[in-house]
């Protein structure tokens, strides 16, 4: 019989249903096989026993070093800027850049909506249209929304109303 390969078995590990059964029945025949499985689960279960290490407090910096000189020339002259400060760079640094790109597309985003409402306001037939349509509909929800800034008083009014006295004579 072919042992299943080792990929196999750590899959077999994982509980993959892919080829679980063949895997399955091997190893209940093969002792060879079910000590590397049992050398698997051992070494996987140490692994993750292994607590992930702090990345330490110059581990920003460390990972910008790294990644800086691939970014276009543009940029990286800023970045080496940035870098060429005395004291380490905090975390704060790359992620405060994060937010000045975040401040931009929205500055951006909100040019670009300006732009295309603009577009859309020449008074095409079909524009007019429904310019008339959506000032017919404000209209009809502010009627709406008077009637129940009127309708709203009476109802609170009504609430409020004391408890009828307990003689009765306060029936309506
Ligand atoms: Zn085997």
Redesign the pocket.
């Known amino acids: ?1 072919k ?2 390969k080792e990929e196999e078995l750590i899959a077999y590990h994982d509980g993959e249903d892919a080829g679980r059964e063949g895997v399955a029945a ?2 209940a025949d ?1 002792p ?2 079910r000590d590397e499985l049992e050398r698997i689960d051992a070494l996987l279960a140490a692994l993750n026993a292994i607590p992930v290490p702090e990345p330490g407090e110059d581990y920003g910096q460390r990972v910008w070093q790294q990644i800086s000189p691939r970014l276009p020339e543009k940029r990286a002259r800023w970045w080496d800027f940035l870098l060429s400060q005395p004291k380490p760079i905090s975390w704060l640094e790359p992620r405060r850049w994060v937010a000045v790109g975040a401040v931009a597309a929205l500055v951006l985003a909100a040019f670009i909506a300006g732009r295309l409402s603009k577009q859309v306001v020449p008074a095409s037939p079909m524009a007019a249209a429904d310019t008339s349509k959506v000032r017919e509909r404000v209209l009809r929800e502010r009627k709406t929304s008077q009637h129940f800034q009127r309708a709203a008083p009476r109802r609170r009014l009504a609430r409020r109303k004391p408890p009828l006295p307990a003689n009765g004579d306060g029936a309506r």
Request: glycine share 0%; net charge negative; hydrophobic share 25%.
């Open positions: 019989m042992h299943p091997h190893v093969c060879e096989c």
